[in-house]
C-alpha cells in the first residue's frame, strides 16, 4: 500500500522569502513523498516586490494568498494569523515551514505551533542582539516555537543551543537564499541591466536602505542622504528604493535633493536577475540588508552593512562583509578605504548550492520518526 504524503505549508510573506522559498519548492516538488503547499500571506503585494520574483525564479503560483497587505506590526500579524488559522485548522497539514524573519514568518509559526503542528524553521538561530529590530522579535520567538530548526552558520547552532534549545532540533544545513543565487548566476549574466542604465562593470557601487531605523527618523535619512551625496561625487551609485524608504524620502522633504545628484542613480525595486547582475558587476555595496551581506560574500564583492550590528557574523569572519556602523564620517572613511583595495572572503559552509536537499532529507527522516 502507497504511503500517505507528507503535507508541508510553506509560508512566504515578503520579499527576502521569495528566494529562499524558490529551491525549497523545487526540492520538494522533485521527491514523491512530500506534497509542498505554497502560502503567500501577500504582506509583500507590489508586482516588482513579488510577482517579478514568482515568475523569474519559476515559483509556483500559490495554493492560497491570504491578501493581508500593510499594517502596523500588530495588524499586519494578526491579521495573517486569523486567516491563516483558518486555513490550517481545516487542512491540518502534516509541517508548517517558515523561512526568515518577517512578521508574516512570526504569525504562521505561532498559530501552528498552538494547534500543535510542527513547525519547520529555515534560516534560525541568526542574532543581531539587537531587539530594537522587528526582525529579531520575530527570531527569537520563531525559533522558541520550532520543532526543526536548520541553520545557515555555525553562529546560528552556538545560539540556540545558548538558549536552550533542544541540540537534535538544530541541523546545520546551509543557505536556501545561496542555492537561489547559484541557479540564477547564470541566467542574470543575460540582464541588460547594466546597459539600461549605462554603467560599466567595476565603476558603480549599489545601495540599499530600508531599516525603519535608517529611514524612519528624518534625522537619520537626512543624515544617509547627505552622505550618499558625498559619496556619489566618488563613485556612481545606484540606488533602487524600497517602498518604505520611498515614502519617507516624499514625505521628509528630501525628494529634490536626491534627485538632484548627478551621480545617484534612483530607480524602482528591482527583480531578481538585474538586481543579481548589478551586485555581481558592481564595485562595491552599501547596505542595511540582511541578505545582501550573504549574496555579495557569494559574489566576493566587498559589502559596507551600514548598521550597528549584524546577525550573520560568518560574512564578517569569512565573507566580504564590513561593518561600518551608522556614523557617517565612519562609514565614508570605510567607503574610500574600500575604493582602495577590497577585502578578499571565502565560501562558508556548505553554502553551495544543495542547502534545499539537505533540510529535505532532514525532514523525511523527522516525518519517519513521528509516523
Ligand atoms: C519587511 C520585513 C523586513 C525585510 C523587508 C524586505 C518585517 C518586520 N520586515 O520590511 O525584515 O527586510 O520586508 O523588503 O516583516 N509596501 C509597498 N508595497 C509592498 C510592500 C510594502 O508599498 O509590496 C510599503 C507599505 O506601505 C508598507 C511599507 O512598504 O507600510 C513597509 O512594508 P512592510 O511589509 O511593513 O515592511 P518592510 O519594511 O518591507
Given at each position: 500500500?502507497?504511503?500517505?504524503k507528507i503535507t508541508i505549508y510553506l509560508v512566504a510573506g515578503a520579499r527576502p522569502n521569495f528566494m529562499k522559498i524558490a529551491p525549497l519548492m523545487k526540492a520538494m516538488r522533485a521527491n514523491k513523498r512530500i506534497k509542498p503547499v505554497l502560502i503567500h500571506t501577500g504582506q509583500h503585494y507590489d508586482r516588482n516586490m513579488s510577482k517579478t520574483f514568482f515568475?523569474?525564479?519559476e515559483i509556483p503560483k500559490p495554493d492560497y494568498n491570504l491578501g493581508i497587505g500593510?499594517?502596523?506590526?500588530?495588524?499586519?500579524?494578526?491579521?495573517?494569523?486569523?486567516?491563516f488559522e483558518k486555513l490550517v485548522m481545516r487542512k491540518r497539514p502534516d509541517y508548517v515551514l517558515v523561512v526568515g524573519d518577517v512578521n508574516s514568518t512570526v504569525a504562521c509559526s505561532?498559530?501552528?505551533?498552538?494547534?500543535?503542528?510542527?513547525?519547520?524553521?529555515?534560516?534560525?538561530?541568526?542574532?543581531?542582539?539587537?531587539r530594537e529590530m522587528p526582525e529579531e522579535l520575530n527570531r527569537i520567538v520563531t525559533d522558541g516555537l520550532s520543532d526543526l530548526l536548520f541553520v545557515t552558520e555555525k553562529s546560528g547552532r552556538d545560539n540556540l543551543i545558548k538558549e536552550g534549545t533542544a541540540r537534535d532540533k538544530i541541523h546545520f544545513v546551509g543557505n536556501v537564499m545561496i542555492d537561489t543565487l547559484l541557479n540564477n548566476l547564470t541566467k542574470a549574466r543575460d540582464s541588460k541591466i547594466l546597459e539600461t542604465l549605462q554603467l560599466q562593470p567595476r565603476e558603480y557601487g549599489v545601495v540599499t536602505i530600508h531599516r525603519p531605523s535608517n529611514v524612519d527618523d528624518d534625522k537619520n535619512l537626512k543624515k544617509y542622504v547627505e552622505l550618499l551625496l558625498r559619496m556619489q561625487k566618488k563613485l556612481p551609485l545606484v540606488f533602487p528604493v524600497h517602498p518604505r524608504t520611498n515614502q519617507r524620502i516624499q514625505k521628509s522633504g528630501l525628494a529634490k535633493k536626491v534627485k538632484s545628484a548627478q551621480n545617484l542613480i534612483l530607480v524602482e525595486p528591482l527583480g531578481y536577475l538585474d538586481f543579481l547582475k548589478l551586485m555581481s558587476a558592481s564595485r562595491l555595496?552599501?547596505?542595511?540588508?540582511?541578505?545582501?551581506?550573504?549574496e555579495t560574500t557569494i559574489l566576493k564583492v566587498p559589502c559596507?552593512?551600514?548598521?550597528e550590528d549584524t546577525e550573520r557574523p560568518v560574512t564578517i569572519t569569512e565573507g566580504t562583509n564590513i561593518l561600518v556602523g551608522t556614523n557617517p564620517n565612519n562609514i565614508y572613511k570605510n567607503f574610500n578605504k574600500v575604493l582602495r583595495s577590497k577585502k578578499a572572503g571565502k565560501r562558508p559552509r556548505f553554502w553551495d548550492g544543495h542547502a534545499a536537499e539537505r533540510i529535505v532529507k532532514t525532514i523525511l527522516i523527522d516525518a519517519k520518526k513521528r509516523s
Open positions: 500500500m502507497a504511503s500517505k515568475d523569474e525564479l500593510s499594517g502596523t506590526h500588530a495588524q499586519q500579524t494578526a491579521n495573517v494569523m486569523l486567516k505561532l498559530v501552528a505551533s498552538k494547534l500543535l503542528i510542527p513547525v519547520i524553521h529555515v534560516e534560525a538561530g541568526l542574532r543581531s542582539f539587537n555595496v552599501l547596505t542595511d540588508s540582511g541578505g545582501i551581506q550573504e559596507l552593512t551600514m548598521r
